[in-house]
C-alpha cells in the first residue's frame, strides 16, 4: 500500500508470537504474500520468521500441491499455491510428500516424521497423512492473510468424519527410484466448499487467535482442539461445510449425497412417488437426484398413468431411470381385472419390480391372479377403515397370497378414523403394512405438506422406525413443486426421532 513501510521479518516473527506460536511449535501454514502489502526480503522473509519463531525443533509445513504436470514430480513440479509456498519447498533442506493430489513441503524438526508415508495412506488427508499426524503432536494451523477455504487441514476432518460426499481419487507421481506410480486414494473433497462460514463459529467458541501483521490478517488455531470440535458438529451435521447456493453444481451433488447417506441407514428403503416429482421423466429423475432419493413407485407420468403410457415410451422413460440410478420399487395400477393380471405383471416384470399396487375395490379374483405369476400384491386402502382393511388382508379369498397393505394416512382420514390413534393402534393393521405413504392432509381429501395436516405422518414413522420396520416408506407432496419441500421436511422428522439403531 503506498506510503505505508515495508513489513519485515522481525514484525512477522513478533505477529506470530502474538498469535502464540513459540519454539518447537509445529505448524501447518497458509499464505497470502501480497496480503502484507510490501514485505522486505519477500516469500523468503516470510520463511525466515516462521522458522525463527518456531526454532531448529520446532517445524514449518505448507501445502505444495496444484501442480500442472501430469506426473507429480516432489523434485521438480510447481506449485500453484502462491509464492511463500514455492519458496519453501525449494529450499536446502526441505522436504517435500510426493502426494500428486496433498503434496506438503516441511523443514524442521518433525519434517521427515510428518511427510513419512503420505502417499502410502489410504486417504490424502486422513490419518496416517501429515495433516492428521499434526494433530497428534499438538501442531497449529496458521493462516496468513488468506480465509478459511484455504485450510486444507479442514479436510482431515472431512476425511475422518467419513463424510458422504467425499469420492475417490485417482493421481500419479515418481518416487525415491523414478518410477511412475498410479494410484487411487479414498474420500477426496470435491471443489466448492463453504469452509469460510466457520469462522464466526470459530471466534465464538475461542479456537482461532487473530492479529494484523502490516495488512495481513493473521491466526493461528490449534490442530487437536479444531479437530476434535468439527467432528463433533459432524456427527449431527454431514452437511456442515456444504454450500447454501441451491444452484450450484457441485453443492447440489454433495448435498443430494448427504441426504442419501441419512436415510440409507435406515431399515426401511425411501421411495418417491413419480407423480409428486415431477410432470415429465426429466423432472422426476432431477428432482430424486437432488434429493438424494434413488427408489421411484411409478404411478403417473405427466399426468398419464404408468399403465397407459405407450410401450416405446415407457421403455425409454425407464432407459433414463436405470441410466440415472434410479430402482423402480413399485407400480400403481387404478384397477386390476382378473383377465388382465397378465399384463399388469408384465409391466412390473418390464420395469423390474415385483410388486403392484391396487386400490383395495380391486377384487379379490384380479388380485389372486396376478398373485399367482409370483408377484407382490399391495392394497392400497381405499374408502375403507383400519378393521374392514385388516378383513380384506386376512379373508379366506386371499389367504396365502402374496399380499398386504399400502397404508394412505389420508385413505383412512376420509374414512374418519386417525390413522396412527385409531387405526395403526387399535387394530392388527401393522401386521400387514409393507409400504407407508408420506402424505399429510385433511380428511377433505385436500393434501398439505407434511407436519401440516391431520394424518400423523411424525407417530407413524416413529412407530414404523422402533420396530425396524423394512418396508418401503413413499413420499408424496401435494404438488411436484413442493416435494422438495416436503422432502426436507422428512429429513428434519428423521433428525428429530434420532439416529436409528
Known amino acids: 500500500m503506498s506510503g505505508t513501510r515495508p513489513v519485515t521479518r522481525a514484525d512477522i516473527a513478533a505477529g506470530l508470537r502474538r498469535l502464540g506460536v513459540s519454539l518447537g511449535d509445529h505448524l501447518l501454514v497458509h499464505s497470502s504474500l501480497s496480503s502484507f502489502g510490501s514485505v522486505e526480503g519477500g516469500a523468503d522473509a516470510v520463511v525466515d520468521a516462521l522458522l525463527d519463531v518456531v526454532g531448529p525443533q520446532g517445524t514449518v509445513m505448507m501445502p505444495s500441491f496444484e501442480s500442472s504436470d501430469s506426473v507429480f514430480d516432489p523434485a521438480t513440479s510447481e506449485t500453484a499455491l502462491g509464492a511463500v509456498p514455492a519458496a519453501l519447498w525449494k529450499r536446502p533442506g526441505a522436504l517435500r510428500s510426493p502426494h500428486p493430489l496433498a503434496s506438503v513441503a ?290 379366506p379369498a386371499i389367504a396365502g397370497g402374496q399380499v398386504a397393505l399400502a397404508f394412505d394416512p389420508l385413505g383412512f382420514l376420509a374414512a374418519g378414523e386417525n390413522p396412527f390413534l385409531t387405526t395403526y393402534s387399535r387394530t392388527r393393521i401393522r401386521l400387514h403394512t409393507s409400504l407407508l405413504y408420506l402424505s399429510d392432509g385433511y380428511p377433505s381429501g385436500e393434501r398439505s405438506m407434511l407436519g401440516e395436516g391431520l394424518a400423523e405422518v411424525a407417530e407413524l414413522v416413529s412407530m414404523l422406525r422402533a420396530s425396524r420396520y423394512s418396508g418401503l416408506l413413499v413420499l408424496q407432496s401435494p404438488s411436484p413443486e413442493l416435494f422438495d419441500e416436503n422432502a426436507s421436511r422428512f429429513r428434519s422428522l428423521l433428525r428429530t426421532l434420532g439416529r436409528p439403531v
Not at 473433497?189 to 495481513?216: D, M, N, V, Y
Not at 459432524?234 to 454450500?243: A, I, K, Q, V, Y
Request: overall charge neutral; glycine content about 10%; charged content about 20%.
Open 106 to 395: 516441511a523443514i524442521g524438526g518433525k519434517a521427515s516424521w510428518l511427510i513419512e508415508g503420505h502417499v502410502d495412506a489410504v486417504t490424502a488427508h486422513g490419518e496416517g497423512t501429515p495433516y492428521h499426524k499434526l494433530a497428534d503432536i499438538g501442531g497449529k494451523v496458521v493462516l496468513l492473510g488468506v480465509d478459511q477455504d484455504r485450510s486444507t487441514f479442514l479436510h482431515t476432518a472431512e476425511a475422518m468424519a467419513q463424510l458422504p460426499y467425499l469420492r475417490p481419487q485417482e493421481g500419479s507421481y515418481r518416487d525415491a527410484d523414478g518410477r511412475v506410480v498410479q494410484k487411487i486414494w479414498q474420500l477426496f473433497p470435491g471443489p466448492h466448499r463453504s469452509f469460510i462460514g466457520l469462522q464466526a463459529w470459530l471466534e465464538e467458541r475461542g479456537l482461532t487467535r487473530k492479529t494484523a501483521i502490516g495488512t495481513c490478517v493473521a491466526q493461528a488455531m490449534e490442530c487437536r482442539a479444531l479437530l476434535d470440535a468439527l467432528l463433533a458438529r459432524l456427527r449431527s451435521e454431514p452437511g456442515l461445510f456444504l454450500t447454501d447456493n441451491p444452484n450450484l453444481p457441485d453443492g447440489i451433488w454433495q448435498r443430494a449425497a448427504v441426504h442419501a447417506a441419512e436415510v440409507g441407514r435406515e431399515s426401511f428403503t425411501l421411495a418417491a412417488d413419480s407423480r409428486s416429482t415431477g410432470n415429465t421423466i426429466e423432472a422426476v429423475i432431477r428432482t430424486l437426484a437432488v434429493n438424494g432419493i434413488r427408489d421411484v413407485l411409478l404411478s403417473f407420468v405427466g399426468g398419464i398413468p404408468w399403465s397407459t403410457i405407450e410401450a416405446p415410451w415407457r421403455k425409454w422413460y425407464l432407459q433414463g431411470l436405470a441410466l440415472a440410478g434410479v430402482t423402480v420399487r413399485g407400480i400403481r395400477l387404478p384397477g386390476l381385472e382378473s383377465d388382465k393380471a397378465e399384463k399388469a405383471v408384465s409391466l412390473a416384470r418390464e420395469a423390474g419390480t415385483d410388486t403392484l399396487i391396487v386400490p383395495s375395490t380391486v377384487a379379490a379374483a384380479g388380485v389372486m391372479a396376478a398373485a399367482s405369476f409370483g408377484v407382490r400384491i399391495l392394497y392400497e386402502n381405499t374408502g375403507i377403515g383400519g378393521i374392514d382393511a385388516v378383513r380384506l388382508l386376512e379373508s
